[in-house]
């Protein structure tokens, strides 16, 4: 295969050609250069970028996917590192999904709302009586 250029990494990976630049950037990925100074993406450089979208993809975010790339380019390490970061993730995934869930209750108790004037209505009502501000208190 030979080298693509930026924007051919883009079409094969799905990732926008500023996105690209920016994992670069950040030390994500290192790309060859020609001659000229143009950026060439090698099949490991797409292997990477694909692994990258799909862990963005899954809510990782940037530190961790460094991470994962560093233990990915030492494939005789033991994977206990790789689990750990999963199991982290798996547990801000859990603990954002109880406070959508918290969420869901307190609108879903806003919204049965009988449908009648502004002055006695659920939302309102609800949404003014959420505590006072800091300010409120002195």
């Given at each position: 295969m030979r080298d693509l250029t930026i924007g051919e990494a883009s079409k094969a990976c799905g990732i926008k050609v500023p996105t690209i630049r920016y994992y670069e950037q950040i030390g994500l990925l290192?790309?060859?250069?020609?001659?000229?100074?143009?950026?060439?993406?090698?099949?490991?450089?797409?292997?990477?970028?694909r692994f990258i979208r799909h862990a963005r993809e899954l809510g990782f975010e940037i530190e961790p996917i460094r991470q994962l790339l560093t233990l990915s380019d030492r494939p005789e390490s033991p994977c206990e590192g790789a689990d750990e970061i999963a199991r982290a993730h798996l547990a801000d995934i859990d603990h954002k999904i109880a406070r959508l869930s918290a969420l869901r209750v307190e609108i879903a108790r806003m919204a049965d709302c009988t449908h009648g004037s502004v002055d006695t209505c659920r939302v309102i009502e609800v949404l003014g009586d959420h505590g006072h501000c800091v300010a409120d208190r002195h």
């Open positions: 290192a790309t060859a250069r020609s001659d000229g100074g143009r950026r060439l993406f090698d099949e490991g450089d797409l292997r990477r970028l």
